[in-house]
């Protein structure tokens, strides 16, 4: 049929410039926070994209439905502004009628969305874990560059020299916090530093060579000294400096199905069967939403959409923390979508309720 082609064209290209220009804003910040911490030493720059796009299912888990909603809610209104409803609805096609024919696009959309939620975002996040893993976010030694102090957790670590493989130092310093009150600082001055590559270790193993070590008692007036010829430094990196993630959020389903009287599970379980629906919510809201007369024009109504729109996905965000809590149970997804259902339903027949109010209330002397 011509006007569903004719739709479905406007609402796949319209959906697909809003999706990446939100993800290129959502992305762009986090992009920024991962070449800061390339910027530092603290991880490899040619692995970047590679966490990118193993993150990108995760935020387009969000991004979909909302962009999907901003194209129908754009579209739609373009309809009214520019008279193409009114001669729809002239023609005996109601709004009502072009939602329907734009069901078997929206249910490619859920499909999507599903794969999202339930394979492709596990999945990037799993893939995330394994890669930032092995690359590891690097400390110690790995952070050090030429006539700088370079501070990571408890050590503070000069270097005079650094040769290009990073594997040669000279003339170190070397500074190591105590983690308890009754334990010394450590301090150390060398001559020359080589690192070691110790298989299967992934800590931070240093060759000094001649050089001096003290043992600093704070607020005390006592220190220990010993000189060497050679000493090796193993240096454990920095457990606090890595990349968060929800270890449940990266299961399978059948993982999850396993373990689904857990709490925590049951609330990622939930999210991931009913979140796709949003699709479904997103498509009766925009209809019942999108009426504007020319005059208002088709962005009138745009943002208060969104925020209703958006108010859905936080409430569900809300709702799985929650029944991460044991607060509530996992039937509290299909309620509040139900709730937002029956709302976008009262909002399509506004038109027709109206009237029938009013008239009750002239009735009533009102």
Request: glycine share 6%; net charge positive; hydrophobic share 50%.
């Amino acid at each position: 049929m011509i006007i569903r082609r004719y739709l479905v064209k406007q609402v796949v290209s319209t959906s697909l410039v809003v999706i990446g220009l939100l993800t290129l804003i959502m992305m762009g910040g986090r992009l920024i926070k991962y070449f800061g911490v390339a910027a530092q030493g603290r991880l490899d720059a040619g692995i970047l994209f590679s966490i990118i796009g193993y993150r990108l299912p995760e935020f387009l888990t969000l991004i979909l439905p909302l962009g999907f909603f901003i194209a129908l809610m754009l579209v739609f209104g373009r309809l009214y502004v520019d008279h193409e409803m009114a001669v729809l609805n002239g023609s005996g096609v109601s709004r009502n009628q072009l939602a329907r024919m734009l069901l078997p696009m929206t249910l490619v959309y859920l499909v999507v969305q599903t794969c999202l939620m339930i394979w492709m975002g596990p999945w990037g996040l799993r893939e995330f874990e394994k890669l930032t893993s092995t690359q590891a976010v690097r400390t110690g030694f790995d952070l050090v560059r030429p006539k700088e102090f370079i501070s990571s957790g408890p050590f503070t670590i000069y270097a005079d020299s650094l040769s290009e493989d990073r594997k040669n130092l000279k003339e170190i310093f070397f500074y190591q916090k105590a983690n308890q009150e009754d334990k010394p600082d450590i301090m150390i001055l060398a001559k020359e530093a080589t690192r070691v590559e110790v298989a299967n270790d992934t800590a931070n193993v240093v060759d000094l060579l001649q050089g001096r070590r003290y043992e600093i008692y704070p607020n005390q007036p006592r220190y220990l000294q010993a000189e060497f010829q050679s000493y090796r430094l193993r240096l454990e990196n920095d457990k606090d400096v890595k990349f968060e993630s929800d270890d449940v959020e990266a299961l399978s389903m059948s993982k999850l199905w396993q373990k689904r009287d857990d709490s925590v599970v049951r609330s990622e379980l939930g999210w991931r069967i009913f979140g796709p629906f949003i699709i479904i919510v997103g498509l009766m809201l925009a209809v019942a939403l999108s009426e504007v007369s020319p005059r208002q024009g088709r962005y009138y109504r745009l943002i208060p959409a969104i925020f209703i729109f958006a108010s859905l996905i936080v409430v569900l965000i809300a709702i799985k923390t929650r029944i991460s809590k044991d607060e509530l149970d996992i039937w509290a997804y299909p309620a509040v979508i139900l709730v937002y259902a029956i709302a976008a339903a009262i909002f399509a027949r506004k038109q027709k309720l109206a009237p029938k109010i009013k008239k009750s209330m002239q009735r009533v002397g009102l």
